[in-house]
């Protein structure tokens, strides 16, 4: 495998790190490195701006964006729950039109590498925002959410159902560019997941993202009512990364080439590793960032002392390497001599 | 621009029903004004609880040695401040800040009333400190459901040119609200701005108070957050713009402090009609 020494800059901590190729492809796509925000964790990057330079991880995937202003759910929109929270926001957001002026100019500006979400309430609605999206400068990728599972109707969740997953993904794969790279954002919340995968995918799909929120419901013991305004709400957060590794591992047991976006509660570099592990090319980083909003540039560190550690070359050498036979030999050992060390 | 910082414990205290934590922060103490807020983490790197609380920022010290230092009041309200609670000197703590936007400071040396209730008094200290230094006259009010749970009794006389108490069990002060006796003491003291941070319910009372005795009002709010940097969204309550439209505006980065006259009261916690981007009857 080559091994291109690209310059990340040195990795705090203890003793000598390699620099280490972090760099991995989704499609056409290539990233810097493989660590990202998750939608709606990280707005359209510029809060995040002041903790970290959001040019230094792979890139921001924006809040999803809806074709109107959007209010989103009365309050309270959220709780705590073990490892993790419930949410229910039900999509806040400013509409294509001012996000494409203000946020994604932003954004641009900034250098930043952004992949735009998107959600609708019918599967015209996404294809109007592919269309709105085509002529404009400084997307890298669509990210298609047909998971959010705070919408009105909860029929309405477009991932529950392959036939409906695919009409969106077709739709917005139409309206686009042929190059753009898309990602379907799935929902675990199906009985196969893989099946929506290969939907997607014959849909148009270039990868996919896994997984989005868990529907839960949290009851208030003091009210005794339910806690959400929205009644029920979506878990994230470290509690359900299990789930979130299941259903990266089966769908990249079913497609060995798909390009796949791993998330669901990673807070540390080895939460990551463990996803690139079971078959993410890249990984996004949601939840964890309310409670430490430096967390992706630090992720992204961790991630790559644990590769180093590990002895792998280069991060995409960690690509699904836990779906190797039993017998497989151990990492090509290579010499130290071969890594241009850092010393701090 | 607010930083993240592992602040250490100086000291914990307990004062009446809270606790005041101590912390040094660097790079946010000395920046920190009367009204903005710090969130500190819970519960250490591998905490299963995964938010971030949120406080009003009590007092700052430079303490040269530290590089700055803030005391928050904690109120125990369920495992997260339990735990903050417990911290003891040296123990380190995750803070972010210093976030929001603080209290508006009037130009004019004008008479200002300050209202906290229970813990909400927390950042009154700093105000009437800083309205002093203007040359502004300061009368204060403290209201709690009960004796224990008022804050900072002591020191809110001295900063004051009047200290009003009120309990609702009539434990110190008069028996009642504080919105009993505010109007008495506005009118009295004729003063143009009213300073409030307590429970939602006493905002609203005191915003429409206000705004009836043609005076200006800032109200600090205390919602439920998850992030505290503007990312996530849940804490947002409707607020009218000057424009005279209604948005749903977050209060850690719109607020906490706003203009009482602006926030629509009565209708937190819902999406009120015609608000940007509420759900139109008939569609979707």
Known sequence: MTRALISQGPVPGKGPVAYLDMSTELGDLVLSGPVLTASGCAAAGRELDQFFDITKIGGIVTKSVMLQPRSGRPTPRMAET?????????????????????????????????????????VDEYGKLASKLRPTPGVAGIEVNISCPNVENRGQVFAC????????????????????????KLSPDVTDIVSIAEAVVKAGATGVSVINTLLGMVINP??????????TGGLSGPAIRPVAVRCVWQIRQAFPDLPIIGMGGIRSGTDALEFILAGANAVSVGTIVFHDPSSPMRIHEELQRALVERGFGSMAEAISYAHRPADAPPIESEGEDEYDFITE | MPVQVKGEVLDIRRAGAYHVLSLTAPGIADIARPGHFVTLGIGGEESSMVLRRAFAIHQ???????????????????????????????????????????????????????????YGSAPLFMLADQLRER????????????????????????LASTLTITTEDGSLGERGMVTEVLPELMKRVDSAVVYACGPMPMLASVAQLATELRAYSQCAVEEAMACGIGVCMTCVL?????????????????????????????????IPPGTVGAPVEGAH
């Open chain 1, 161 to 184: 159902d392959p036939t409906t997953a695919s009409n969106v993904v077709q739709l917005v794969r139409r309206n686009s560019d042929p190059r753009m790279p898309i990602f379907a």
């Open chain 1, 222 to 231: 003091d009210t005794m009512r339910p806690h959400l305004a929205g009644i």
């Open chain 2, 60 to 118: 700052v010290q430079s303490r040269g040695v530290y590089g700055g230092t803030l005391d928050v009041v904690i109120g125990v309200k369920g495992n997260g401040t339990k735990w903050l609670s417990e911290r003891r000197r040296h123990d380190v703590v995750d803070i972010v800040g210093p976030l929001g936007r603080p209290f508006i400071l009037p130009k004019e040396r004008v008479n200002c009333v300050l209202v906290g209730g229970g």
């Open chain 2, 238 to 270: 409707p607020v009218v713009g000057e424009d005279g439209v209604t948005r749903m505006l977050r209060s850690c980065t719109e607020g906490p402090v706003f203009r009482g006259d602006r926030v629509l009261w009565s209708a937190v916690g819902s």
């Open chain 2, 135 to 158: 040359g502004c006259r300061v009368d204060v009010v403290m209201g709690a459901s009960t004796e224990e749970k008022l804050f900072g009794v002591l020191d809110l006389k001295r």
């Open chain 1, 82 to 122: 073990p490892s993790g929270m419930l949410n229910s926001i039900g999509l806040q957001g400013p509409g294509i039109d001012r996000f494409i002026e203000s946020d994604l100019e932003w954004l641009n500006e900034r250098g930043a590498t952004t992949i735009v979400s998107i959600a609708g309430t019918t």
